[in-house]
């Protein structure tokens, strides 16, 4: 960990054994991602990334550090695969390969030249700049709507399979009553329909 | 050596020939065309329609023909899209505009289409990290349409990570980019005079005889203005393109005997073609450089010289690389070994009718140098070569081929072309040779062309600053002369080590204060990949004010690019000062981007929301929640295929994709608004 280059590249060797997981419910807690991803290798760290933007509503992130690339890889290609539960149905959680920028105590590129200046009113580049701010923030407009659109969507997704659910398990506690209570037994036999008694 | 050809409708022009070909070589192949206006090289990326796709395909040129039935031809090498693989991608990541070029052999890989199927000119780049690829610079990435780094297997069927060896029978380097950017006009026009188009090297080598023993009319090289602008956007940080210069003849040089300057010449004298291009790596430190003294300077370079057998080949790019390690005295008076400057050149040639000669000194120098008129050449302070820059770039870029001509004969002094990368690396300023010839003889009038610069701007990169270390001061002093701005070093803020050991409260709080209190900003518009203690430095630069940042971590859906940050400063009044100069004012980072600010929010404990796990019997759920938590283990599996589980989990994946489509589009869609906005910026 002498210079910053070789920080940089232990850094680097970190970021590419760690699976960045979402749409985590906000009730998993450390031990739970642990124990859930323990499966798959050694769980060397797990760290959540905070949502300063509390209103979002978007699940939980998480990084998880693993023992070696390998298995970070498993990792994400399995959970791409089968559809993987945290703490609740149905919906699955997300692995991706973990990115530079998800790292909250990620050191400074080497070798990265940052510089600043301020224009004057009078530089041609002033008007370009002010355009670009404007860009900036409609962008960011731009993003907070599409998230509250898909928030929105699976709000409904959510409701829609909640009713179906209810639907479902309505109709299955009716058929469940119909055999407890001999309704069906007598049915059964008004019609002249033979059932199995090991209902 | 210009053949020309009307199409139908529109504008059609061969370029340069290559070989001929075919049962009755009736079959031309050509190097490049022009076709409605926009000039094609081989090599090229382009786009093709076809009438049922939407998107038009993408592919790469590699062969050029009219057969003798005057069809116009190409072959493509075609590059995939992401989406067009989409099954063998696997858990890949995918870059934003990646493609996948072809590769192997099968179905897929490349073409033969009409010429007139062409609809474009697509400006792909290589990021492939092979040693051989040049790499483009972010200002490069940012123009580049798409990119691609692996290769898409059309026989296995299979993502390659490498890029080497043959694809259709093209040697991979011609794959990569080139060391002179492609452009529209990607094939650098490289005209000798007036009476020469430099067709093939065999001209070339005809050119270069003649160039000895004519007037050096004839080697000036044109170049059109938009290929110098074009190269100095090229950002290689240290590869500063070399090219073979050309030293006038002995005739125009008043003072010097002509034998003297021919023996410089043969002395100088390497094997090369003068069209061929150099390339070379110049490192040259240039604190060295003294006013009227003699330099001792190692020039590195490292050439690559491509002259192809059938002597057809117009490419730049070489076949391959050699290194030759020599002193050269390059215009040296009276070629005399003179002294204190070692010019390492390390090239490689491969060069077709034996008379592979480099001659450094009479290869054609791109720039048109010459317009210069230094007179006083043994001060070339660094404040003169800013001047002649200046006066190179303006005059540059108005000069017809007449007048320069005219100029290169009026010319009479030394010229110089301080060949300068104004991008200031710790890799050390590169820049070309600046002769400063000391002896009388040479006092009054000596034409010297050298060192042709590869950047024309010495004003483009006044915002790139080095790492930690300090430009030379002459070079920022020039900067804020022309630009009249001050620009802002970021380096560490003094007490910068403070974030190492002063841990302070957990975040959450001192922001949650920081929100009461009006002290807390968000700044957008930052490069994602800035950490916080370089935003620390940033506003510590920009404001003079001392505060604490945190990078947002970026996750799925934030947006690659714009990354923020929320600081905290000490007091009220600077946070609101803070976002009024930047609402006011512009802090333009590098990278052209202007911060943004806000005083930022942060709403109390409110608890999140998170839609999509169901519970069919809530009071169920809850008695069992609490032993689940604590059992942990049985809340995670993986779900099978044949439950109702299974079902809800792909409408969920499903909606997720969908998600993840529209996030792609919205900030491709954003890149490219933001990327045409940049390009209006002068200073990049």
């Known amino acids: ?199 | 050596m210009v053949e020309v050809e009307t199409s139908e409708e529109l504008e059609f022009k061969w370029g340069k020939k290559k070989g001929r070909g075919g049962r009755n070589k009736d079959v031309q192949f050509y190097e490049s065309f022009t076709y409605d206006g926009v000039e094609y090289g081989l090599y090229d990326c382009v786009y093709l329609y076809k009438e049922s796709e939407p998107e038009p395909e993408i592919g790469k040129l590699i062969k050029i023909w009219e057969t003798g039935e005057k069809a116009k031809k190409v072959k493509v090498l075609w590059f995939f899209r992401p989406c067009e693989i989409l099954n063998f991608l696997g858990a890949e990541e995918i870059l934003e505009n990646e493609l996948f070029l072809a590769s192997g052999e099968g179905v897929g890989l490349a073409n033969l289409n009409p010429l007139e199927a062409i609809a474009g000119k697509c400006n792909v780049l290589c990021i492939s990290k092979d040693k051989e690829n040049p790499l483009p610079s972010a200002e490069e990435l940012q123009m580049a349409e798409f990119v691609f780094r692996r290769t898409f297997d059309v026989g296995q069927q299979k993502i390659m990570d490498k890029i080497d060896g043959q694809i259709a029978g093209i040697d991979v380097k011609f794959m990569f980019n080139r060391m002179d950017i492609q452009k529209p006009g990607g094939v650098l026009k490289v005209d000798l005079g007036k009476n020469e188009v430099c067709g093939n090297s065999i001209e070339s080598n005809e050119t270069m005889a003649l160039s000895k023993k004519n007037s050096f009319k004839e080697h000036v090289t044109l170049e059109k203005i938009g290929n110098c602008v074009d190269s100095s956007t090229q950002e290689n940080a240290d590869l500063v393109k070399h090219k073979p210069l050309l030293v006038e003849k002995p005739a125009f040089v008043v003072g010097l005997k002509s034998s003297d300057m021919d023996k410089t010449n043969e002395k100088g004298e390497h094997a090369s073609n003068p069209k061929a291009l150099l390339r070379s790596k110049v490192k040259s430190n240039e604190g060295e450089v003294r006013s009227g003294k003699v330099h001792a300077r190692q020039v590195a370079e490292e050439e690559n010289v491509k002259c192809t057998k059938d002597s057809v080949d117009l490419d730049n790019r070489p076949t391959k690389k050699a290194k030759i390690d020599c002193t050269i005295k390059v215009s040296n008076d009276k070629g005399k070994i003179c002294e204190q400057r070692h010019v390492k050149v390390e090239e490689k040639i491969r060069c077709t009718k034996g008379s592979g000669e480099l001659d450094h000194g009479q290869s054609k120098s791109k720039l048109n140098t010459s317009t210069n008129v230094v007179n006083d050449k043994s001060k070339s302070s660094d404040h003169k070569r800013m001047n002649d820059k200046k006066v190179l770039s303006s005059t540059a870029s108005t000069l017809d081929d007449k007048c320069k001509v005219k100029n290169m004969e009026n010319s009479l002094g030394t010229n110089k072309a301080p060949c300068k990368k104004t991008k200031l690396e710790d890799k050390a300023t590169t820049l070309s040779n600046v002769k400063l010839p000391k002896t009388s003889q040479r006092k009054d009038f000596l034409g010297t062309n050298e060192g042709p610069s590869k950047k024309m701007k010495p004003d483009v990169k006044v915002t790139t600053l080095s790492n930690g270390k300090l430009p030379p001061p002459t070079e920022s002093q020039n900067k804020a002369k022309n630009y009249g701005f001050q620009v802002l070093e970021v380096t560490q803020r003094p007490d910068a080590d403070r974030r190492t050991w002063f841990k302070g409260f957990p975040w959450e709080d001192r922001m949650q204060t920081a929100h009461e209190q009006g002290t807390l900003v968000l700044l957008q518009n930052l490069d994602p990949a800035f950490t916080s203690a370089e935003v620390e430095d940033i506003v510590w630069h920009g404001f003079k004010e001392t505060c604490t940042a945190k990078m947002i971590q970026r996750i799925s859906n934030s947006s690659p690019h714009s990354g923020q940050a929320l600081v905290i400063f000490k007091t009220r009044e600077a946070a609101q000062m803070v976002v009024r100069k930047l609402d006011e004012g512009c802090l333009l980072l590098s990278n052209g981007r202007p911060l943004v600010g806000s005083i930022g929010t942060h709403s109390a404990e409110k608890k999140p929301i998170f839609f999509g796990h169901l519970v069919i019997d809530k009071l169920r759920h809850q008695m069992l929640r609490e032993r689940e938590m604590k059992e942990a283990v049985s809340t995670s599996h993986c779900s099978q295929p044949n439950t109702t589980e299974y079902d809800m989990a792909m409408e969920w994946c499903l909606l997720q994709e969908r998600s993840d489509l529209v996030w792609g589009n919205l900030y491709k869609q954003q890149g490219k608004e933001l990327r045409k906005l940049k390009a209006e910026l002068k200073a990049k």
């Not at chain 1, 300063?52 to 498993?74: T, W």
């Not at chain 1, 109709?171 to 199995?196: C, F, N, P, Q, W």
């Open chain 1, 1 to 199: 960990m002498g210079t910053p280059e070789a920080e940089y590249a232990a850094f680097e060797e970190k970021v590419k054994r760690t699976v960045y997981l979402d749409n985590i419910s906000p009730q998993v807690t450390d031990i739970v991602v642990r124990t859930a991803l323990s499966q798959f290798g050694t769980v060397k760290n797990v760290q959540f990334i905070p949502d300063y933007f509390k209103s979002r509503n978007i699940g939980q992130c998480a990084l998880v550090e693993m023992e070696n690339p390998k298995q970070a890889d498993a990792i994400v290609s399995e959970i791409a695969q089968f559809p993987f539960m945290m703490a609740g149905m149905p919906r699955p959680v997300r692995a991706c390969p973990a990115k530079v920028e998800m790292f909250d105590d990620r050191p400074a590129k080497p070798g990265r030249n940052i510089s600043c200046r301020w224009l004057e009113p009078n530089d041609p580049d002033f008007e370009v700049a002010q355009k670009l701010k404007r860009l900036n923030k409609k962008h960011a407009a731009e993003a907070s709507s599409l998230l509250k659109q898909q928030l929105q969507e699976e709000e409904n997704l959510a409701k829609q399979q909640n009713e179906a659910l209810k639907a479902n398990h309505k109709k299955y506690e009716m058929i469940d009553s119909v055999i407890a209570d001999g309704t069906a037994r007598h049915l059964a036999k008004r019609y002249k329909m033979r059932i199995a008694d090991d209902w």
